[in-house]
């Protein structure tokens, strides 16, 4: 724990911290298909309305709570509770926190795995040569074989355990800030060349022109759950993040420089993507495999697009590598206040997320057409409730602890952005926040 306050007494390396927590597939692999299910630009613009109203607020109030609490989550929310003299059973916030994101890392696991598959296929030269079709066409074996999907998710299980454990997080981090840069430049690079394509003009269409008939219940949900879901808010991992903030450093200027950054990313790779998708004339609603059907296509374009394909991938898997430790450290944080050692906690959380991911696994093949709950397959409910109802209703439980419950004089000194920015803070999470939240989750039940 003490290796954890000294590595983030810079105030670059906290926002650095959360970045990496908060940039993973949310917004290279999950936010294009999202946007491409939920009809384009109204998705676009009700996930940045979304970000801007509940997403930057709560990860402040979030991340204010852990600061102010300077403990595990649990252990924050139960001391600062009983200072404000309100009850400690706050602390059960923290237990549904990491009930959340054990469903959450299980299927994030999977799915950064087939990073790992095309990593190695692309180094082996496998996506050479291939036509469009040829690509989907080997994504949908992959998919229908469990045993090499076991494989990667197995992998990746154990890279992201195995940094838990050890906490060596220090190292890895200092890789990744190393380069990350390149991860963004080579979106760039692809939105650059997307911009020769023909289908450039109605990618930019499809995500930009307002399109308010597309908006249905169902978008404005989920659109509220991948704003709390790329910003990694809702879930108190950042609320275990926010224990090793350093002192003086302001919390507001921290979330936005994140929350800037996560929704560029996501815009980058989202016109990077769609721009293939018109110009193959494929499906914008194709589903999770979108990112793995068109990037094999549009580095195929690339002068020496197999090494550049493989070094996005292993990028990305850096990427989403930072996010799982991120969402691993809660409940091995919980563990450990219940008196187990650092390892213990790593391998039991470990091996019980491993297990619950097979289900994720299978959900391609042998459990494809099980129908767990309102016509979803395993991989369907377990990438949608946690989402579009754990997180924000986590978001909403944080919400109004930081702003109605914790004492206004601590919550003021966390937040560190003076009485003016502490007031427009807390009318934002009292007045538009909180009832926002309420408002679309009722809206959703009925
Ligand atoms: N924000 C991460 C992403 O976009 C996912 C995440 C969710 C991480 C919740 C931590 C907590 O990939
Ligand atoms: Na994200």
């Known amino acids: 724990m003490n290796e954890t306050l000294d590595r983030w007494t810079t105030r670059r390396a906290f926002i650095l911290a959360v970045t990496g927590a908060a940039v993973g597939l949310g917004n290279i692999w999950r936010f294009p298909y999202m946007t491409g299910e939920n009809g384009g630009s109204a998705f676009l613009l009700l996930y940045v309305a979304f970000v801007l109203l509940l997403g930057l607020p709560v990860m402040m109030a979030e991340i204010l709570v852990g600061r102010a609490g300077r403990r595990s989550p649990s252990q924050s929310l139960a001391h600062l509770a009983m200072s404000a003299g309100r009850s400690p059973h706050w602390r059960w916030l923290g237990l549904f926190g990491a009930l959340t994101v054990f469903l959450i890392l299980s299927f994030y696991s999977v799915v950064s795995g087939w990073s790992i598959e095309y990593l190695i296929e692309a180094l082996n030269g496998d996506f050479v040569a291939l036509t469009p079709p040829e690509v989907g066409g080997m994504f949908d074996s992959f998919l229908a074989d469990p045993l090499r999907m076991t494989f990667n998710h197995t992998v990746f299980m154990l890279l992201t355990m195995a ?31 997307a911009a020769t394509t023909d289908g450039f003009g109605p990618a930019l269409a499809w995500l930009f022109t307002p399109n308010p008939a597309a908006i249905t219940v169902e978008v404005v949900l989920n659109a509220m759950g991948h704003a709390f879901f790329t910003l ?114 790593a391998a039991i959380v470990g091996v019980s997320v491993w297990a619950l991911g097979l289900l994720s696994v299978l959900s391609f093949s042998t459990m494809k057409d099980v129908d767990w709950i309102g016509g979803m397959n395993f991989f369907e409910l377990v990438t949608t409730i946690p989402t579009d109802l754990f997180l924000p209703v986590g978001g909403l439980l944080i919400a109004i602890f930081a702003a109605w419950v914790m004492s206004r004089d601590t919550a003021l000194r966390a937040l560190d952005a003076g009485p003016n920015g502490f007031r427009v803070w807390q009318f934002l999470v009292r007045y538009v926040s909180i009832p926002l939240v309420v408002v679309v989750l009722a809206s959703g039940l009925i």
């Open 163 to 193: 940094v838990v454990a050890g906490g060596v997080s220090n190292g890895l981090e200092k890789l990744n800030n190393l380069l990350m840069p390149m991860l963004y430049l080579l979106l760039i690079v692809l939105a650059g060349y």
């Open 232 to 345: 990694a808010v809702g879930a108190c991992a950042l609320m275990a993040y926010g224990a090793y903030m350093p002192d003086h450093q302001s919390l507001p200027r921290a979330a936005v420089a994140v929350a800037s950054l996560d929704v560029l990313v996501a815009l980058l790779a989202g016109i990077a993507i769609f721009s293939v998708v018109f110009s193959q004339g494929m499906d914008p609603a194709e589903g999770p495999g979108l990112m793995f059907v068109t990037l094999p296509i549009a580095f195929a374009e690339l002068p020496g697009g197999s090494v550049w394909l493989a070094i996005f991938f292993l990028l990305l898997l850096l990427a989403t590598w930072t996010s799982s430790i991120n969402l691993a450290e809660p409940m091995v944080a919980g563990l450990q206040g219940l008196g187990l050692k650092r390892g213990q906690a």
